[in-house]
């Protein structure tokens, strides 16, 4: 149910913008779930990037604070996910998922990002 896009290839120092669509999901079920990005590098665990609760709280991985920004827009059923000042360690494959504590768990198919120095 989650398409993702904004994945390519980009400069160190440069920006991407990654978008989420929960293109057959209502917006009454999109509303009050917790929207994340993971990432995922070649031989390595995914890990959490950024997340945004449904009262707008955020967490942000250590390494990403000050470049990434999560965002959501409940009208348009899209969580997005800026990305400045990449550096070549934000390589990888980037997931959408969007959760809820009632076990609702959905995940993109993965956008792949390539920084190169």
């Known amino acids: 149910q989650l398409v993702e896009s904004g994945g390519g290839s980009v400069q160190a120092g440069g920006s991407l913008r990654l978008s989420c669509k929960a293109s057959?999901?209502?917006?009454?079920?999109?509303?009050?779930?917790?929207k994340a990005w993971y990432r995922q590098a070649p031989g390595k665990e995914r890990e959490l990037v950024a997340s945004?609760?449904?009262?707008?709280?955020?967490n942000y991985l250590d390494s990403v604070k000050g470049r990434f920004t999560i965002s959501r827009d409940n009208s348009r059923k899209t969580v997005y996910l800026q990305m400045n000042s990449v550096k070549p360690d934000d390589t990888g494959v980037y997931y959408c998922?969007?959760?809820?504590?009632?076990?609702?768990?959905?995940w993109g198919q993965g956008t792949q990002v390539t920084v190169s120095s």
């Open positions: 945004i609760s449904s009262d707008e709280n955020t």
């Open positions: 998922r969007l959760h809820s504590q009632s076990g609702n768990d959905y």
């Open positions: 057959r999901m209502i917006t009454s079920t999109f509303r009050p779930l917790t």
